[in-house]
Nanobody
């Protein structure tokens, strides 16, 4: 049974940092891509970043501020978020996709699923 659980959200001031964790179970971790997504109030869900083996992808608005990494031994993916901005405020989710879909294409074509419970990130100005 595929399960993903996001954690690590919280309230932080603009310019601050948070590290999100996505604990995965029920599948062979390193055969797939793990993606981070977010949904702000009143907005559609958007892909933020993903990792598949040595391949990583970031949406333009987070490049240089967010870093995704994985610990395969722990079946956990991390999203280190630095220089946070109020516009980063959202519920963050992780999801799993095919290993080849860690890209803007994979995000756009909805190639991720098995959504875990999200974690709320609030960035105050």
């Amino acid at each position: 049974d595929v399960q993903l659980q996001a954690s690590g959200g919280g309230l932080v001031q603009a310019g601050g940092s948070l590290r999100l964790s996505c604990a995965a179970s029920g599948f062979t971790f390193d055969d797939y891509a793990i993606g981070w997504f977010r949904q702000a109030p009143g907005k559609e869900r958007e892909g933020v970043s993903c990792i598949s083996g040595s391949v990583t992808y970031y949406r333009d608005s987070v490049k240089g501020r967010f870093t995704i990494s994985s610990d395969n031994a722990k079946n956990t993916v991390y999203l280190q978020m630095n220089s946070l901005k109020p516009e980063d405020t959202a519920v963050y989710y992780c999801a799993v996709g095919g290993g080849l879909y860690c890209s803007g294409y994979g995000f756009a074509k909805g190639k991720f699923g098995s959504w875990g419970q999200g974690t709320l990130v609030t960035v105050s100005s």
